[in-house]
Structure formats: structure tokens, C-alpha cells
């Protein structure tokens, strides 16, 4: 039976090359799902999976981030850096192979089981059964032709070097020469970096990771993980292969002097150190308001509501924090969401800080117009303090520019108002927040 | 004298019409009342650290108090009472959610062994906050649970939010399961939010 299903296999392979060549790229893709199971010369080594139940699988668990065709553009993906792999291209920044190789079955297996540590990327392993995870590997592998016609080339471990104070001594030299520290800092920890700032190949942020943080490496923080890394590359981002600038053994030291930089987390920290690393939070706060202020407006949902949704529930490009989503609170009125972007004219821009201020902790907007204590959260952020808010508005001054007039809320007629009430306050009816994708702004109609 | 008990009689039903119509009008005074009317009663609800032994996990406990009430939870892990939230039951559930694709209640967040977040493992917690991945493997959408945002939080703060949220007070409130999609109140809505007394049956 096995023998039998890779034959298919193998034929149901060059069919879809064949038909890829003649028909293209979209046509080779419906073509290799049609077929179900395929064995890929990638996945040779590990015995494949059913892509057709791998689909089930997919569609079930990887949609909301991934997106129905695996481009990475799920309803949830413009909330998160990084953003979720678009598995079209092939690009893999986690992998065992050659520089810009697609990776093993066994790289994605390793990836989806225990996750990406640092990225919203579960683990899936105690949720899935191993057999699950194989299937969902081999549909993605299916999802661009890059895993039929480039079989990737595993990486030769080079004989590890063990950690020691010469070894890592020698890794801080090459970290040196190999100008790790114009990314990483000289701490690891960005401090003197050129920038830590960077684009990926479909231009969406990231951010060099912080070294001194080992459970925020994606593929893990052993040596041999970190080695790995350096060896490889990271296709997709600036993050480069060393395999041309520096020997095995270099590598391997800069792996253990990487792994020496790390730093005790939070929760394994005595009460002196956990107090000391507050101070230092607070601190660096303080120096770069921004930043702080970015990881805030980040966390504290205003993208949720302000950044204005299609009708899938994904945030639109281009607008984010631009406002205009609607939001009708029955019965007390419809109340779009405000243009928080720096634009002078629509936006935050010709704000002053008091005013922003106003509407974040107490719900008063400039001209005086209050606002219900929900879904805008004012009585929540009213806790947040003085230094937080200030880094709030440094971070919104920031936001780039985009021009869309937000109409102003609206109140409904007398009549109507006070219906809705009697329904709510004598019928003791429950009335709804009502949530409208689009964006009623004047960049773009509904 | 009759005339005069006549017109008497007029003014005061005009009045009493007038206040019922105030009534309604002004009730909740949300337009009225001092923001910090509002904000203060849900601010002050969330349980205080300062009983935690530990100086250490008191420090954790005391940043997480911090994200959990700047972030919001009680917007929507709240328990509704006859006159809008009932703090009492800090961050018990019961909010609901009317999508296209269910009806979705929120959670029990105390750490009620038989209702709440005792039942699930630290890393059952971090997961969802992490990635909005329930312990079923079912993936909560960002718009409902905005893990979307609470990804972006650092590991360290997760942390601290899940070490207060284990300090809450325990509190038995049963939360029904998801339920199938209803037909929306409003067609081109996406999304309703009730906050009912009875998992916010739609109103008529």
C-alpha cells in the first residue's frame, strides 16, 4: 500500500510539474491539492502525510492567522509581529538547509509541534496528534512548487565546539567582526545599534531580537539552535548566513557567546533582581517614550477598533489607526472610531496632548462630546500613569499620516432615543453593541 | 376650586410625564456624571496585592494588576448586575458575543476550580494569551478575545498577568459553551455585543 502510494506519488509529481510548466503556478497548485497525497523529494526522509486531511487540519487551525491560501494575510495577521508565514513563497526563516533552501518536513514538523517561541505561534503538539501535524505539513508543502522542484540540501553540522569561557571569549571576537553589534547592540540587547528597526521581504516590520533573551528565539536557544541560525540564514529577513564569513568552529563560538548573553526571565528571578528589573523597565521607558508608547498602543487593543476592518474581520492595509469602523451603541448612538494617525487635518495631528489625553482617561472628546464608558475603554486606561500616557501620545505623534475624515458620533432622533430607552430601562430588553466591518470615513465607502 | 384642583392636576401629570421623560433620557447618566463615576468602581474592584508574602511575586503580581485593569479584562469578563457590572464578581465571565460564525460567552477568569481558570494549566493560559488558542485547540478569532493584542505583550508581562490573575478571588459562575450562530439583529453588523443578565438573548 505504502509502496503503492508513492508511486502515485512520484507520477501525481511530474503530472504537476508538467501541468506547472504548461499552466502555471495557480493551476499546479489545484492540481497538487487535487491529487492529496504527494510525496515531495523534500519530505522523502520523513514518510508523507495526507495533504487532503492535512487541509482539515489547516483549515481548522491555521486559517485565522495564515489565511484561507496560506499568504499569510489571516483575519488576525495585520495584529502581529512578526507577521504569520505567507507559505506560497517557500521562504522559511527556521531551517536545517542550505541558504534560501526550502526546509526539511522535518524542520516544519519541529516548528509547528513546539512552536515559534516569541511569535504568537502555538505549539501544537499536546493539541494535535503527531499524524495531524505531519498531514498540515505536507499541505503546506504543497502550497508552493518549491518543495517538488528544489529538494533542499541539508546543512553539514560542523564538529561542535563546547561552551567555555575561551570559547566564548573567542565568539565575542567574532560577534565583533562580523558587526553583529550595528543589529544586535553590543549588549545583544540593541543598546548602540545602528538601527533595530528592519522590514521583511513583504515589508511588514521586525525587530532584531533581543539576545539577551533566549525564550524569545524562534527556533529554540540551544548552541546548537543558535548555531543553526548563523549557519543558515533566515530567508526573508536581513537577518544573513555566516557559512562564506566565518568557519565552523567561529560559528560555533559565536553560538556560545550568543547563549552566554542571556538573561534571568522574570519568573526565575529572587525578589531584589525582579525589583531591579522594574527600576530598569521604568528606566528605559523614560530614555525612548516611543518605543514604550508602541508597546502600549500595541497591547491596549486600539488597533482592535481603530484600525477599520473588511468584511472578513481583517484589518484594511493602509489603515492603521486610521479609524472609521462604526460601532452603534443601541440606543445611545453610532459612534465611528477616531483617526488616531498624526494627519493634521483628519487626524491626531492638530491635537494637542492635554486633548488626546481628555479622551483617553475620560472619554470627553475636544469639542466637549462625551462618550459612553464602552467599547471605548477610557475608564480602563484611566489607570494608566502620567509616563505611560505620555509615551502614548509621543508614540501617536508618530503614526504615520493617513487622511481620512471620521464622521462625527451621532445621537439618535429624540423619539428614537427614548423608545430605545423605555425597551431598555422598563421592557428591561438588552440591547446590543453593534459592530459594522468597512470604513465610513471619508477615505473609502463601506 | 374645582378649576383650580383641574389645572393642578394637569401640571403635575405634565411633570411627571417631563421626569419620566428625564428619566430616560438621563439614565444611565452617562453624558452627566463625572467620568471618574465610572471609571473609579472598576478600577478600585480589582483585588489589591498587597497580601502576597512574597515581595518578588507580590512585584510580578502587582505589573500584572496593572495590564489586567489598563487592558481592559472587566470590559468584557464582567458579570452583569441590575445596574450595570457587578464588581463583586471581578472578571467572573458573561459578557456575550453574537458573530456570524457562534455565539461566544466570556470565561470565568478566577481560579475557581470548578467554573474557572483552575482547571486550565499555566501554559493552557499563556497559549491563549499567546496565540487565542483554547485548550480544545479551537482558535478564538482576534476580534472577540483580542489576543491579537495580548501577543504583543512580553513574555515577562504574560507572566505576570497569569500570576494575578491565580491571586483573584475564586468565584463559581458557569459559563455556557459556544453556541451555533444566530440570525443577526442587524444583517451588515458583524458582530453584537450584549452584556444581558440572560447571556444576552437578542432583544426583539
Redesign the interface.
Known amino acids: 500500500m505504502m509502496q503503492r502510494r508513492f508511486r502515485c506519488g512520484r507520477i501525481a509529481a511530474v503530472v504537476a510539474a508538467l501541468a506547472m510548466a504548461a499552466a502555471g503556478f495557480g493551476a499546479m497548485r489545484a492540481r497538487v491539492a487535487a491529487q492529496g497525497a504527494i510525496v515531495s523529494p523534500a519530505a522523502a526522509s520523513a514518510p508523507a502525510g495526507s495533504a487532503a486531511h492535512g487541509k482539515v487540519v489547516y483549515d481548522?487551525?491555521c486559517?485565522?492567522c495564515h489565511g484561507k491560501t496560506g499568504e499569510g494575510d489571516g483575519?488576525?495577521s495585520p495584529?502581529?509581529?512578526p507577521r504569520p508565514r505567507d507559505f506560497t513563497t517557500g521562504k522559511y526563516k527556521i531551517r536545517s538547509t542550505e541558504t534560501s533552501n526550502v526546509p526539511t518536513s522535518e524542520d516544519l514538523i519541529r516548528s509547528v509541534s513546539q512552536?515559534l517561541f516569541?511569535s504568537?505561534?502555538?505549539?501544537?503538539s499536546?493539541?494535535?496528534s503527531d499524524a495531524d501535524i505531519r498531514d498540515v505539513v505536507t499541505y503546506l508543502e504543497t502550497m508552493t512548487p518549491r518543495f517538488l522542484n528544489e529538494p533542499p540540501k541539508v546543512v553539514a553540522l560542523g564538529e561542535a565546539v563546547a561552551t567555555s569561557p575561551e570559547s566564548i571569549a573567542r565568539g565575542r571576537q567574532v560577534y565583533d567582526r562580523l558587526q553583529c553589534r550595528s543589529c544586535h547592540g553590543t549588549d545583544g540587547r540593541g543598546t548602540g545599534a545602528v538601527t533595530t528597526d528592519f522590514e521583511d521581504d513583504w515589508k511588514h516590520p521586525l525587530r532584531a531580537a533581543d539576545l539577551s533573551?533566549p525564550?524569545?528565539f524562534h527556533g529554540g536557544a540551544t548552541a546548537r539552535d543558535i548555531y543553526m541560525r548563523f549557519r543558515t540564514g533566515m530567508s526573508g529577513t536581513p537577518m544573513p548566513s555566516f557559512a562564506d564569513t566565518a568557519t565552523n568552529a567561529e560559528m560555533w563560538d559565536l553560538a556560545n557567546f550568543v547563549a552566554s548573553l542571556a538573561r534571568k526571565?522574570?519568573?526565575s528571578?529572587?525578589?531584589p533582581?525582579?525589583?531591579d528589573h522594574?527600576a530598569r523597565d521604568e528606566e528605559a521607558a523614560k530614555r525612548d517614550p516611543v518605543r514604550r508608547g508602541h508597546?502600549l498602543v500595541?497591547?491596549?487593543?486600539?488597533?482592535?477598533c481603530h484600525s477599520p476592518?473588511d468584511?472578513n474581520?481583517r484589518a484594511m492595509d493602509g489603515m492603521y489607526l486610521a479609524g472609521g469602523q462604526l460601532i452603534?451603541v443601541v440606543p445611545?448612538g453610532d459612534y465611528p472610531t477616531g483617526n488616531l494617525t498624526s494627519d493634521k487635518e483628519t487626524g491626531l495631528g492638530g491635537w494637542s496632548d492635554d486633548e488626546i489625553k481628555q479622551v483617553v482617561?475620560?472619554?470627553?472628546l475636544r469639542d466637549g462630546t462625551?462618550l459612553?464608558?464602552?467599547?471605548m475603554?477610557?475608564?480602563?486606561?484611566?489607570?494608566?500613569t502620567p509616563d505611560?500616557l505620555n509615551a502614548i501620545v509621543a508614540y501617536l505623534r508618530t503614526v504615520p499620516a493617513v487622511s481620512n475624515r471620521v464622521p462625527r458620533p451621532t445621537r439618535p432622533f429624540l423619539p428614537v432615543?427614548?423608545w430605545g430607552?423605555?425597551?431598555m430601562?422598563i421592557l428591561a430588553?438588552?440591547?446590543?453593541?453593534?459592530?459594522?466591518?468597512g470604513n465610513v470615513g471619508a477615505a473609502g465607502g463601506r | 376650586m374645582k378649576k383650580f384642583l383641574k389645572r393642578a392636576a394637569i401640571v403635575i401629570v405634565l411633570l411627571l410625564v417631563a421626569g419620566f421623560g428625564a428619566f430616560l433620557y438621563f439614565i444611565p447618566p452617562f453624558f452627566v456624571a463625572s467620568p471618574e463615576t465610572f471609571s473609579k468602581p472598576a478600577i478600585d474592584a480589582a483585588p489589591g496585592v498587597a497580601d502576597i508574602a512574597d515581595p518578588g511575586q507580590r512585584a510580578i503580581a502587582a505589573r500584572g494588576r496593572y495590564l489586567v485593569v489598563t487592558g481592559g479584562c472587566i470590559g468584557c469578563h464582567q458579570v452583569a448586575g441590575p445596574q450595570g457590572p457587578d464588581y463583586t464578581k471581578y472578571l467572573a465571565g458573561g459578557l456575550s458575543f453574537h458573530t456570524r460564525e457562534g455565539t461566544f460567552v466570556t470565561r470565568n477568569l478566577t481560579p475557581d476550580p470548578t467554573t474557572g481558570l483552575a482547571r486550565r494549566s499555566d501554559d493552557d493560559v499563556l497559549r491563549l494569551l499567546r496565540s487565542g488558542v483554547m485548550p480544545d485547540g479551537r482558535v478564538t478569532s482576534y476580534r472577540l478575545m483580542p489576543w491579537g493584542s495580548y501577543t504583543n505583550w512580553t513574555e515577562e508581562d504574560r507572566h505576570a498577568v497569569l500570576v494575578y490573575l491565580r491571586h483573584l478571588k475564586p468565584i463559581a459562575h458557569q459559563i455556557p459553551d459556544p453556541a451555533p450562530a444566530t440570525p443577526m439583529v442587524d444583517p451588515l453588523a458583524i458582530e453584537a455585543v450584549y452584556g444581558g443578565k440572560d447571556y444576552g438573548t437578542p432583544a426583539k
Open positions: 481548522a487551525h486559517v485565522e483575519p488576525a495584529a502581529l509581529t512552536g516569541g504568537a505561534m502555538p505549539g501544537w499536546p493539541l494535535l533573551e525564550w524569545t526571565p522574570v519568573w528571578m529572587t525578589a533582581e525582579i525589583a522594574y508597546y500595541d497591547t491596549h487593543l486600539c488597533a482592535t476592518m468584511e474581520g452603534r445611545f482617561t475620560r472619554g470627553i462625551r459612553p464608558p464602552y467599547p475603554d477610557w475608564s480602563a486606561f484611566s489607570a494608566l505611560d432615543y427614548l430607552k423605555f425597551k430601562l430588553q438588552d440591547p446590543p453593541i453593534l459592530i459594522f466591518p
